[in-house]
């Protein structure tokens, strides 16, 4: 229970700084933002004006603590201002749109990725001294080391420009009607490359790790004890030595979300998938600030939950976590 | 083949493969076992002991194999079973006690799982039949009942042992290898768990093999006793014989570091010097360095095995063929 | 030790072909100038060949005026000199030849050149940055793990809590406040982005060395504490360390060439990630212009591995299992 409670406490006093975060990097930053922002913009409507100097804090007539208030307030009622680019649509309704985007092309890949890699890294301890897992493991070093929107731009150019086989970007097909199967099959087939641009760039990660730890929890002595009691090989590759490595391996999937998702969403940017990298990309190129934050504290909320999520199932795999904590 | 003997081990040769050879830590080491004995083995680290324990289950692996060798276990030469054949008598004939310091039980397994998974893979017992066995044999080591589903984290130390002796006693096996399962627990716990096997042993009757490096514990209950150094066994024989008319000097060293509970205080002997490169053993015999009796020959012959008595051998060049004690 | 450990290193062949490859890019960074045929911005060559061969290379054209009002003349000298200007422009949007060996961009950059002079930018972030960030976070690390209590528990609360807040988004985001641009907010920004990682794995060893007996030795023995860190620990940390500051300089690395791909970086000066970020802003990959965006990619690629094999190097020989025999 103490660690359930540690870890809860934990994810809360984390998204209370990340929002403080959001709240403070704008009004701290060199070179003056606002007043660029706002030579740029010369002939706005004057709400626009107006909430560029809110999110900017400008109004100095108020004390930085009731302003802060006044944001963590807003924040928990889900007003995140009010976006530039769409103006004047809230930041909150925009985002709303791209979330079930990137949670479905991201959430689905991140998963898989986990899977075949662990599965892959599992065989390649197994049978370390194949020569087929060294070039493996030796492929997905290489593999790995590309930056992740460039694998992207490979897929695309391979698949999409030189072999038009699938789609270059986008969701799916502006002709295709937003229902029934022909939309579903159209979904599907443009989320094939940056799902496996996702899958391919960060299996890497887990077949290394998971390959690791299995390699040294087969070293462990429980291991020849069950070779000793004659146990069969599928019992003993699944609940003596794979069941110990994962323990590590979804720690380490916990931290390195957030390295997945940065990528993630790389991956939106490069194939104009429309979910929130891609949003943040736009965000950026026009100044956005609200909107940008407001996916900063988005990002962050969902990777610390999957954090704790993980720390859970830790906490459900591995007895001795139960009992005191580590 | 005498129907009494369960273990004949002759000239087995075992060690490590690595880039500059073969280490050889058991080097031509022949023994016998019979039905319900008691052999202890005794030496130092190193000196060979948990390889061949290893070896005599067909448990060595990566670069640590059998080179040469017989071992004929209940009349079969199982050196050359495949892994397949031997995991039919592995745990069912033969089994093995774990020191409860290594790392020796699965921790995400209950002491219940870990207990039965024994039994199903070698039976086609139901649950309910298992775990009946199950918590007969924690009865027999003095372990209750509710502890079946216990992680290994929530034991301590000595029962993590006690736990270890059940399970090698699971399926009734024939011969039980102990590799030092006393190391790790202080003398109070160590004494119980000795005559637990003890009272054990008198009610089912198995073989054991303890291999250990502390002789103290062996020399009450062994019925035979063999001393190994560097690879190969130096002194074989009853228990009392070896005891009390130790041959070997590396015995009568053995023999001396520790003190007795009565008697006159006597001076402490340890044995300085420590032993020898396995990768490339010396000519001649391997105590040579240590032993304060060690003449020209020993350095240059392997001493021949002089057979002194009923079953009472030693290698030494101190002993010649006709009985005679030399230097 | 150390010397033994080095030793190690090099005989193993992961790690000799990881040094290799470092070797040759930090080589190509040196002599750039050297290595590169063309300027990198440049478009165009411009050679002069001066034509007036008749009478030496200038003509000194003298010119008399008369100035009668104060009655005097004045002389004056002109230098003449003719000259034809060729100029040769780079074809636009070309792929690779003799002359140009990647190709040649929209605006007819050699792009070998850039990826060339682009080494040099792209390793000094990376290695600055994964210098600082290693210092940075064994500097914590040291803090928190050796001297416990209040200060671990503060440390470490940051640690974890930075440690989940991922870093691309706050990257971004802090980038895309700062409008001073430059090489060093980059560094910066990647820095404070990425010191949690390494700082937790530090720590742990820290820990761990703390409780061994040598060190308890030492502390009973009352041996200062800046003995016991830099004489005792840090020997023994020395894989570790080696092994964070890789991750970390790779880390920069990608992190460079990423803020450059979106465009929050400084896009004037020519490393690896402006090279691409011009690759796809100016729709490279849709004109069919794979040798824009290519080796820039590779070789990130390439040094990424070097890094991951000397890693894998120190993995091996400090963890004596993972070894194959």
């Known amino acids: 229970m103490k660690y359930f409670a540690r870890k809860i406490g934990l994810l809360l006093f984390a998204l209370f700084v990340a929002v403080t975060l959001n709240f403070f990097i704008p009004r701290m930053m060199p070179g003056d933002p606002a007043s660029d922002l706002i030579d740029k913009m010369q002939g706005i409507q004057p709400e626009a004006l107006e909430s560029i100097k809110v999110a900017f804090g400008i109004n100095t007539d108020e004390p930085l603590i009731n302003q802060y208030g006044k944001y963590l307030l807003n924040v928990l009622k889900g007003d995140l201002g009010i976006s530039l680019s769409r103006f004047p649509t809230p930041v909150s309704e925009v985002l709303g749109v791209a979330i079930p985007w990137t949670l479905g092309l991201i959430g689905l890949s991140t998963v898989i990725s986990f899977f075949i890699g662990t599965i892959i890294g599992i065989g390649c301890a197994w049978n370390r001294n194949k020569k087929s897992a060294t070039f493996t493991v030796g492929f997905f070093i290489f593999i790995r080391s590309f930056p992740y929107f460039w694998l992207g731009l490979l897929f695309i150019y391979l698949f999409a420009f030189k072999m038009p086989v699938l789609p270059i970007g986008g969701s799916y097909s502006p002709f295709v009607k937003k229902e029934g199967f022909d939309y579903i099959l159209s979904v599907l087939q443009h989320a094939i490359l940056p799902a496996s641009t996702i899958i391919v760039s960060s299996m890497g990660a887990w077949i290394l790790t998971m390959r690791n730890n299995m390699i040294n929890v087969l070293a462990e002595d429980y291991i020849t004890v069950a070779l000793a009691k004659g146990l069969p090989l599928k019992r003993i590759k699944a609940l003596y030595a794979a069941k110990n490595a994962m323990l590590p391996s979804i720690t380490g999937f916990a931290m390195s979300l957030g390295f997945v998702v940065g990528g993630g969403l790389l991956t939106e940017m490069v194939f104009g998938y429309p979910g929130v990298g891609l949003m943040l990309f736009q965000a950026i190129q026009a100044k956005d600030y609200a909107l940008m934050q407001a996916i900063f504290l988005f990002i962050s909320a969902a990777v610390l939950i999957a954090n704790f999520i993980a720390d859970v199932s830790i906490m459900l795999l591995d007895p001795r976590v139960r009992d005191g904590g580590k | ?327 | 030790m150390l010397g033994d450990v080095f030793k190690l290193f090099i005989e193993n062949k992961k790690a000799a072909l990881g040094l290799c490859i470092l070797l040759f890019f930090v080589t190509v960074a040196i002599l750039a100038p050297v290595i590169a045929p063309y300027d990198p911005k440049v478009n165009k060559i411009e050679t002069i060949e001066i034509l007036d061969t008749d009478r030496g290379r200038n003509k000194t054209v003298e010119r008399e005026k008369i100035d009668e009002f104060n009655e005097r003349r004045v002389y004056t000298q002109e230098v003449e000199t003719t000259y034809e200007k060729n100029t040769k422009k780079f074809p636009l949007n070309s792929p690779p030849s003799s002359d140009h060996f990647f190709g040649t961009s929209h605006a007819g950059q050699d792009l070998f050149s850039q990826v060339v002079w682009g080494t040099r930018i792209t390793l000094l972030v990376g290695l600055v940055t994964g210098l600082f960030t290693t210092v940075l976070s064994l500097t914590l690390a040291l803090l928190s793990g050796y001297f416990g209590g209040i200060v671990d528990d503060i440390i470490s609360l940051f640690t974890n809590v930075f440690l989940v807040i991922p870093s691309l988004p706050l990257m971004i985001v802090i980038a895309a406040y700062i409008t001073v641009k430059g090489v060093f907010p980059i560094v910066l920004i990647l820095a404070l982005t990425s010191w949690p990682w390494p700082t937790r794995l530090l720590r742990s060893q820290v820990v761990s060395l703390k409780n061994r007996d040598f060190i308890k030795v030492s502390r009973s023995l009352g041996e200062k504490h800046s003995y016991i860190i830099f004489r005792e620990m840090f020997p023994n940390m020395i894989s570790l360390v080696m092994a964070s500051f890789f991750q970390s300089t790779m880390g920069a690395i990608m992190g460079e060439a990423t803020l450059e791909f979106i465009g929050l970086g400084n896009v004037s000066i020519v490393s690896w990630g402006t090279v691409l970020y011009w690759a796809q802003t100016n729709g490279a990959l849709l004109s069919g212009a794979w040798w824009w965006f290519l080796p820039p990619g590779i070789c990130i690629a390439l040094i990424g591995t070097s890094f991951a094999l000397m890693n894998f190097a120190i993995d091996e020989i400090s963890n004596p299992k993972l070894r194959k025999r």
């Open chain 2, 1 to 327: 083949m005498d129907n009494n003997r369960i273990l004949n081990v002759a000239n087995l040769v075992a060690g490590y493969e690595i880039k500059k050879g073969f280490v050889k830590a058991v080097d031509n080491v022949s023994f016998t076992l019979n039905k319900g004995e008691f052999l202890g083995i005794a030496g130092e680290s190193g000196c060979g002991k948990s390889t061949l324990a290893y070896g005599l289950m067909k448990l060595l692996k990566d670069n640590a194999l059998i080179k040469s060798g017989i071992i004929n276990f209940n009349g079969n030469d199982i050196q050359s079973y495949s892994n397949e054949k031997m995991n039919q008598i592995r745990w069912v004939d033969m089994s093995m006690v774990f020191q409860s310091a290594m790392n020796a039980l699965n921790p995400v397994l209950t002491i219940g799982e870990q207990l039965t998974d024994a039994i199903f893979a070698h039976t086609n017992d139901s649950k309910e039949k298992a775990k009946g066995r199950a918590l007969e044999v924690l009865k027999l080591v003095d372990i209750s009942a509710d502890r079946f589903d216990s992680y290994p984290h929530q034991l301590s130390g000595g029962m993590k042992q006690r736990v270890m002796i059940a399970m090698g006693l699971i399926l009734k096996p024939d011969l039980i290898i102990m590799d030092e399962p006393t190391t790790a627990l202080d003398v109070v716990v160590q004494r119980t768990i000795i005559e637990k096997i003890q009272d054990l042993r008198k009610e089912f009757n198995f073989s054991v093999i303890f291999i250990t490096h502390d002789l103290s514990l062996l020399v009450e209950i062994s019925d035979k006793l063999a001393i190994m150094y560097a690879g190969k066994i130096v002194e074989y024989g009853k228990a009392s014989d070896v005891f009390l008319h130790s041959l070997h000097p590396y015995t009568k060293g053995l023999m001396n570091s520790f003190p007795s509970l009565t008697g006159p205080i006597k001076r402490m002997g340890g044995i300085e010097g420590k032993p020898p490169d396995l990768l490339n053993p010396p000519e001649g015999c391997r105590f040579a360095p240590r032993c304060e009796k060690a003449m020209e020959i020993c350095f240059k012959e392997y001493p021949k095995t002089y057979v002194k008595s009923d079953k009472h051998w030693v290698d030494c060049h101190l002993y010649n063929k006709e009985g005679n004690v030399n230097g």
